[in-house]
């Protein structure tokens, strides 16, 4: 019988889990050809071909799916040892949008600490498109990010809508007015999301950008949901915000909604995750969700 070089396993599922060769190297901080020479040693000694190669793509044979599973299933078991003899700390990390509220979050991590105290939480704020490509490209963490509709080749699991608006300033001519025609929307300047510009924003500013014209100039831009909500208080110019972090400057005076065409704007926050992510505190954190949304409101308060 032939003993199987775990390191060998490893840097396969490393390729694997990377999308390729390259980026495997990348994260493992070797040489491309070194990680090609490890995945020829593996199919000799075990004398299967693990993956097809076809050009600069490649998949895996149904042999390479199941050596995939026992060693993504062994690395979870290896894990839970390392947890046992104290020699790792298990991480969780999560990538969001910025000042996302949501009561369901709040309680999910709580949870999730409560249940699994020794796992470090680790929290990185992103643009929802940063996210999707990350996941895409490592294959490792949570993302929680606004989708139109779920992502292929990614796990899409939603947990609920965020409504959201057109604000303006308290020195905005528009302020305190109940109705404004398209033709004087389409001629003012909007604060966008950088994203948006970028030609890759995911919240209801580009449906309302197609389809009626609006936001043809800008006057600023962020990332940030809490930067465009000061320039839009500030006078900077109309901006779309979720009614969860703008409540609170509505009832200031400070913010004003603008109504449109009366339809519904918003998102969907979704909790997305690659299908090859093995990790086990990522698991966890899933069955705490998924425990917690049929107790809880679709939409955030």
């Not at 050809?33 to 076809?54: F, H, N, W, Y």
């Not at 339809?263 to 992510?277: A, D, F, K, Q």
Request: with cysteine; proline share 5%; hydrophobic share 40%.
């Amino acid at each position: 019988m032939t003993t199987l070089n775990w390191n060998h396993l490893r840097i396969f599922a490393a390729i694997v889990e990377n999308g390729g060769l390259t980026r495997a190297a990348q994260v493992l901080g070797m040489s491309q050809s070194a990680v090609s020479q490890t995945l020829q040693r593996l199919e000799t000694a075990m004398d299967r071909t693990l993956v097809r190669r076809e050009g600069r793509s490649f998949s895996l044979t149904p042999v390479g799916e199941a050596v995939l599973a026992d060693v993504q299933a062994m690395q979870v078991a290896a894990e839970r040892i390392g947890l046992r003899v104290g020699q790792h700390r298990p991480e969780l990390r999560v990538m969001t949008v910025s000042n996302l509220i949501s009561p369901l979050l709040d309680e999910a991590f709580r949870l999730f600490h409560q249940r699994h105290p020794e796992v470090l939480l680790r929290i990185e704020v992103r643009n929802s498109h940063d996210i999707v490509a990350t996941l895409r490209e490592q294959a490792q963490g949570l993302g929680i990010c606004l989708l139109t509709e779920p992502v292929p080749e990614l796990d899409c699991r939603f947990l609920f809508q965020d409504e959201w608006s057109v604000f303006c300033g308290v020195e905005h001519p528009f302020f305190g007015r109940e109705e404004v025609t398209l033709d004087e929307l389409r001629q003012e300047p909007f604060v966008a999301f950088a994203c948006a510009r970028e030609g890759a924003g995911l919240e209801p500013m580009g449906p309302l950008s197609i389809r009626l014209g609006l936001g043809r100039s800008t006057s600023g831009t962020s990332s940030h949901v809490e930067e465009v909500r000061r320039m839009i208080v500030s006078g900077v110019g109309l901006g779309l915000l979720p009614w969860t972090s703008a409540r609170a400057e509505v009832k200031a005076g400070l913010l004003w909604p603008v109504r449109t065409t009366g339809e519904w704007l918003g998102t969907h926050i979704y909790l997305v995750r690659h299908p090859r992510g093995c990790a086990l505190a990522e698991t966890q954190f899933v069955d705490v969700i998924e425990e917690l949304l049929p107790l809880l409101p679709s939409s955030p308060r």
